[in-house]
């Protein structure tokens, strides 16, 4: 019997592996054998469950490697003999995943492979780059720690074009290798909380430094490296639950968010001196944006501005549970104030920007939420923009849409992260090329001062 991974999830991130497993089946329910053979201290003789890898990603190339189908010689996904026919995707940060047919050949006797030879490949695909223009930006997976509990954390830096830096250097002599602080870039920080019964599982690494980075649109923050921002894609956000209770893990979500931001950019501003600490700025989707609520109230002006799509802001609305947290509102009532940013709102929040489908179907995260919210931050005088998408669900899918929201959160970035603009007193929309573009698509609210009613573009 075969078995492979596609994953192979490790302490240096994925690295996808195929092993071949030996069961001797004609004794492999034979418990009375095993134990006689066992007692005598003869486990040879009973073969189950031999593991023996045969082959693994080659990551010492600089590729990530994946198999996708095991044939033998014939063709047919039949497994005999010694020779594997295996279908695997290559690919690098530079180049995206192509196919290719190779002839796995090896010698196994007594679980163990006496050679291995993947020599003969033969290419199936020639998918080129689909987005030739971002050729040229660098990808780095990095480790840190945060100060709350000790927990190694790691994500994804991506750096612009004519920034590349060997952080293994960095990290020896961080002196000499840090940017002059007029040189640094602005950081865009998007990440998605995820909640762990265990530190152990929450310091895993889940992504390979040779994987090709897929662009899209909608999911992607990889498009601002366009713009010159350095990228922080996914940085562990764990919220760990303590003791043996797996359901209390909210009870400190708050201060472990925080804590996991705070690492984050201090190690890659600070640390590394690779981003200007002024010009962070923080964004997610669904939960995501729940989260750049709370870090923006909670920060201490951390970042500078925070785009926030398709959020919840207020847990009274989702009294019966929401994400992974399975206690009711009347059971916890102050967990569920704490965790909601509507309830914690205060006048020195930095700009946020809130981006919501109008027919937003997914029972959390109704539109009703963002125009709520909004409402709350204009009742208190916070620098904010509502953008309601019309006809769009829980994901943005129209084109018009999709570029609208592009349109939008740059227009946010540059004002309040690039230009570090001190923010206007006076009543502000978007400018002239923007509201022309998009006038039919969205409704727009933008608020500076209490009072400012709403404004259809």
């Known amino acids: 019997i075969f078995l492979y991974n596609d994953e192979g999830a490790g302490e240096e991130g994925y690295v996808p592996f195929l092993n071949i497993v030996e069961i001797d089946l004609e004794n492999l329910n034979d418990s009375d054998r095993l134990a006689s053979e066992k007692s005598k201290g003869n486990t040879n003789t009973v073969k189950t469950g031999i593991v023996t890898q045969i082959w693994e990603s080659n990551h010492e190339a ?6 996708h189908a095991v044939l033998n010689n014939s063709g047919s996904t039949l497994l005999s003999g010694d020779s594997l026919r295996v279908i695997l995707s290559q690919e690098t940060p530079e180049e995206p995943p192509n196919y290719y047919l190779y002839d796995l050949n090896f010698l196994y006797v007594a679980g163990v492979v006496k050679k291995v030879s993947d020599e003969s490949a033969v290419r199936i695909t020639n998918f080129k780059h689909p987005y030739p223009a971002m050729k040229g930006y660098s990808k780095h997976i990095i480790k840190y720690k945060r100060p709350l509990d000790g927990v190694t954390l790691s994500s994804t830096l991506y750096l612009p074009k004519g920034y590349s830096f060997d952080l293994e250097n960095i990290q020896t002599d961080r002196k000499k290798s840090k940017l002059k602080k007029e040189k640094r870039l602005p950081l865009l920080f998007w990440a998605y909380p995820l909640q762990y019964n ?57 201060e472990q968010l925080v804590s996991s931001a705070e690492a984050a950019v201090d190690y890659v501003c600070n640390g590394l001196g690779i981003c200007d600490s002024t010009r962070v700025a923080v964004g997610g989707h669904s939960y995501g944006a729940f989260m750049v609520a709370n870090l923006l109230i909670h920060s201490k002006n951390l970042f500078c501005c925070g785009i926030a799509r398709s959020g919840a802001y207020n847990r009274t609305m989702t009294p019966f549970g929401f994400q992974t947290e399975r206690r009711s509102f009347w059971k916890v009532p102050k967990i569920y104030t704490k965790m909601s940013p509507f309830f914690t709102l205060h006048k020195d929040m930095r700009p946020i920007l809130l981006i919501h489908g109008a027919e937003d179907e997914n029972r959390g995260t109704y539109t009703d939420q963002s125009v709520r919210m909004f409402a709350a931050l204009r009742s208190i005088g916070v620098v904010s923009r509502l953008v309601v998408l019309p ?41 002239d090329e923007l509201r022309s573009a998009t006038a039919p698509i969205a409704t727009i609210a933008t608020h500076i001062q209490p009072g400012d009613s709403q404004v259809n573009l």
Not at 62 to 67: A, D, P
Not at 414 to 425: E, G, P
Request: aromatic content about 14%; charged content about 25%.
């Open 198 to 254: 265990a530190a152990s599982a929450a310091g895993q690494l889940r992504d390979s430094p040779f994987r090709f980075s897929k662009v899209t649109p909608f999911k992607s923050p990889l498009v601002w490296l366009t713009l010159g921002f350095a990228v922080l894609d996914g940085p562990s956000m764990p919220i760990i639950a303590t003791g043996d209770k797996s359901s209390n893990a909210n009870d400190t979500y708050v």
């Open 62 to 67: 600089g590729k990530f490697e994946r198999i």
């Open 391 to 431: 006809y769009e669900g829980h994901r943005y899918r129209a084109r018009e849409s999709i570029m609208h929201c592009l349109a939008e959160t740059e227009f946010w970035l540059r004002k309040y992260c690039v230009d570090k603009r001190k923010y206007s007193t006076s009543y502000d929309v978007a400018p």
